[in-house]
């Protein structure tokens, strides 16, 4: 098996977190050789025109499909692997309760929810920048389950055993202290997601689960793409097998018949009487 089978092998049978990390994974490549090439072509392209999410609302109001794409594109490969290894780890730990489809509307809603907070904020700061990066997403899926199963035992290296609660308090303080540092932008949208989290588990304990709109779609939209089964010709196979058995009842039934004719022939008239044909018949059938 090449590199490429075993790829698509993983994809296949690998979760949903599997599926968001190849996701993630190839369009960043994807868009990155793209962005190379037309470059090497002397054609002015930058793909973060069209999937960074846009702090001033004017421009946002323009490319509102913003909302949703710079939940999949990544500034650098090193904020790109950063966020891929913290979503297998909180990715994991949510599918520890909850199903693939969930995980994957909470993602979703999640980063919406992280990517409006973001807005909004700016807004209200008076300030503009631009946003990408899966990191408010995968903070739904870590809150979510921290608030889920707060006491969850965790094994990390070099610390030891903690609580699922003291991670998520930890990150969540240092998103609030770096607030005026640096990337305020990313902290805001972290806190959102994290927001989402939280919120998405209260009205699932109240019998609400936020995700379900979510689900219905993204069922749609796989069997729209997946190939109409055609229906193969039906052969129709006779069943011989009780011709051929009722058959050979019948040969059988006809050749005692004959049997006892003879025998009864031979008592009447003695074996002398029988013909060349009966005698050859009778020898065949005592063998």
Excluded at 147 to 170: C, D, S
Aim: aromatic residues 14%; positive net charge; glycine residues 8%.
């Amino acid at each position: 098996m090449n590199i490429l089978d075993d790829l698509k092998l993983q994809y296949k049978t690998g979760g949903m977190v599997q599926k968001l990390i190849f996701w993630n994974i190839g369009l960043f490549v994807g868009f990155s050789l793209l962005e190379v090439v037309l470059k090497l072509s002397n054609v002015a392209f930058s793909y973060f025109d069209f999937v960074a999410l846009p702090s001033n609302t004017t421009e946002f109001l323009a490319k509102p499909w913003t909302l949703i794409t710079f939940n999949f594109f990544h500034a650098t490969i090193f904020h790109l692997i950063f966020n891929l290894l913290v979503l297998h780890f909180s990715g994991r730990l949510f599918n520890t309760y909850f199903t693939d489809k969930q995980l994957f509307g909470v993602y979703l809603l999640g980063g919406i929810c992280s990517g409006l907070t973001f807005v909004s904020m700016y807004f209200i700061l008076g300030k503009t920048s631009s946003l990408v990066g899966a990191s408010g997403a995968i903070m739904a899926l870590l809150i979510a389950t921290a608030t889920y199963a707060p006491f969850m035992l965790l094994r990390i290296p070099l610390i030891g055993i903690v609580k699922l609660w003291h991670i998520a308090f930890v990150i969540l303080v240092i998103d609030l202290i770096q607030l005026p540092l640096e990337n305020t932008g990313g902290h805001i949208a972290h806190l959102g997601g994290a927001f989402f989290g939280f919120v998405y588990i209260k009205f699932l304990k109240s019998g609400t689960d936020l995700t379900k709109p979510i689900s219905a779609l993204f069922d749609v939209l796989a069997n729209a793409f997946k190939p109409t089964k055609k229906t193969p010709f039906k052969k129709v196979h006779r069943n011989t097998t009780k011709k051929t058995v009722n058959s050979f009842q019948q040969n059988k039934d006809f050749t005692q018949k004959q049997i006892d004719e003879i025998l009864d022939k031979i008592s009447k008239s003695g074996y002398d009487s029988l013909t060349k044909e009966e005698k050859e018949f009778l020898f065949k059938a005592g063998k």
